[in-house]
């Protein structure tokens, strides 16, 4: 936290009124003030809100019962004393600040956390297959891939090798989803590689909404005009995770009778997001999880 940034903000406000005779804040509520008045300017500079700076102060000192001529008073009546008074409320300033932002920073990888949990214990394997391979051009049928497809995020992998014996140009991949219409939706392309001997590694993510019916992958993309190919697609797997707030709500629901401990707290938590980074503990009175 720069120090220098607060005392900017405090010269500022000195500068702002007169020195006629005000209430002096307490030093407690003072830190909490300039807190909040260091968090105003933050959110202001960061989207580029042009306010009036005593605008931006005035509701932040009326919540703690104060004017900004108080402010001013007070830090008028600071800067006449040969003491490091400022300096020390501006040191606390920092330091809480600093503390509140350990704290969220954890909280948001706790949160992270139980997203990355929810996802992966809810995701289902929609499709694979070890070994694709197209060496006549009846073969290419196999290329063309169609599944059904729900909302959320489709996660697919597969391995690639086209061989110098392929004389085919442009190759692609499309992977697309699809509406009951059959219009396409989103879609990826992997304009493939011909290397002899080297096999080429491909994931990518598609994020399916609710008008999604269908997944199609179409590997090589083989014209009319073709020659005889030779591609070989290995290692497929296609999986499916569910939308985040679905995901968080079945792993709230599965573990609905166990206590949930974060930090030593506990969360009944009708909401989605406390779960323990630790292993639930378990109810006495409950046998093991389902």
Request: proline content about 4%; hydrophobic content about 35%; some cysteine.
């Amino acid at each position: 936290m720069n120090v220098r940034i607060i005392t900017g903000l405090l010269i500022g406000m000195i500068l702002l009124g007169g020195c006629s005779r005000r209430r002096v804040i307490p030093d407690n509520k003072l830190v909490k003030i300039l807190k909040e008045i260091y968090l105003d300017n933050a959110y202001a500079s960061q989207y580029n809100l042009k306010a009036d700076s005593l605008d931006v102060y005035t509701p932040i000192l009326k919540k703690y019962g104060y004017r900004p001529r108080d402010l001013n008073y007070t830090f008028n009546e600071y800067s006449k004393r040969k003491s490091s008074r400022i300096s020390n409320i501006i040191e606390t300033t920092v330091t809480e600040l600093e503390k509140e932002l350990q704290w969220f920073t954890r909280r948001v990888a706790v949160l992270d956390t139980i997203n990355l949990i929810a996802r992966e214990r809810f995701k289902t394997v929609v499709y694979t297959d070890s070994l694709i391979a197209a060496r006549k051009i009846a073969d290419t049928a196999k290329l063309r891939i169609k599944l059904p497809a729900t909302a959320g995020m489709y996660h697919i992998r597969y391995g690639y090798l086209i061989d110098s014996a392929d004389r085919n140009t442009n190759l692609r991949t499309t992977h697309a989803l699809l509406d009951s219409s059959g219009h396409q939706l989103t879609s990826s392309v992997n304009w493939m590689q011909k290397r002899q001997s080297e096999h080429q590694a491909y994931t990518l993510e598609l994020n399916a909404t609710s008008s999604a019916c269908r997944l199609e992958v179409r590997f090589g993309n083989y014209g009319k005009e073709m020659t005889t190919p030779h591609m070989r697609i290995d290692s497929l797997v296609i999986t499916h995770y569910l939308p985040l707030e679905q995901a968080l709500d079945s792993l709230r629901r599965h573990l609905y009778e166990y206590r949930l401990i974060i930090d030593g707290t506990e969360y009944p938590s009708p909401d989605c997001g406390a779960l323990s980074l630790r292993p639930p503990r378990m109810d006495q009175k409950r046998d093991s999880i389902p």
